[in-house]
């Protein structure tokens, strides 16, 4: 089945503690990006990827880090947990060939308290 | 002005009606447009693509207006299982490659 997973579904952790969030799919999909959706914000992009050892920044991409050293997973890694970061987080893939379909994995609820 | 906007609803509906909703965008060169559809705290999925001569797939049909920048998206008949965020979302190309914009949504309630 062709799938987007997120590891942890949901997360409750402390200021400063470092965390990682893995984002894996299946699809052999070339592209792949980090959402983070707020209430009244919608949707917006933190990192994306277009290929393996290449990563560029989105709309809001500070206190957050990427990497991509497999084409099937992309972690998200937040060095030092704010409160700012409390949120719901998406992970998604597409071709770079189309369709451009975004596929989505299930979210992360992450809360730093 | 937001790249992307959308009328954030709640649209109510009365099932079995008729329902149409736009979102507007700001850059002209954008190269695609797909409605989504988002379950409350679940994944957005795709519900369909755009096309310029517009589209239908059962229910929904879907505009696109190049001249005045704006997507739509109607839904006839209305189930109660319609009720959802619906997301427009545009593709521009970049130098660095794809860019999709997300719309903030538009909330659907199809009651009784």
């Known amino acids: 089945e062709a799938q987007v997973t997120q590891n942890p579904r949901y997360l409750i952790t402390v200021t400063g503690k470092k965390l990682t969030v893995t984002c894996s799919q299946n699809?052999?999909?070339?592209?792949m990006s980090w959402y983070r959706q707020d209430p009244g914000l919608g949707l917006r992009q933190i990192y994306y990827?277009?290929?393996?050892?290449?990563?560029d920044k989105g709309d809001v991409p500070e206190g957050y880090k990427v990497s991509r050293k497999e084409k099937r997973n992309f972690p998200l890694i937040l060095e030092s947990p704010s409160p700012n970061q409390t949120s719901l987080y998406f992970c998604?893939?597409?071709?770079?060939?189309?369709?451009?379909?975004?596929?989505f994995g299930p979210g992360t609820r992450l809360t730093v308290t | 002005r937001k790249e992307v906007e959308q009328d954030p609803g709640p649209f109510n509906v009365p099932e079995g009606a008729t329902v149409a909703f736009n979102c507007t965008y700001s850059?002209?060169?954008?190269?695609?447009f797909f409605w989504y559809r988002q379950d409350c705290r679940k994944e957005p999925k795709l519900l369909m693509s755009v096309y310029s001569s517009g589209n239908e797939d059962g229910r929904f049909t879907a505009q696109l207006n190049r001249a005045s920048q704006y997507i739509s998206l109607l839904i006839r008949d209305s189930k109660l299982s319609d009720s959802a965020t619906y997301l427009c979302v545009v593709r521009e190309i970049k130098a660095a490659g794809n860019k999709l914009t997300f719309g903030g949504g538009t909330r659907v309630l199809v009651k009784p």
């Open positions: 998604a893939s597409s071709s770079m060939s189309g369709p451009y379909e975004q596929y």
């Open positions: 850059n002209s060169a954008s190269q695609s």
């Open positions: 990827s277009m290929n393996v050892e290449v990563t």
């Open positions: 699809m052999n999909h070339e592209y």
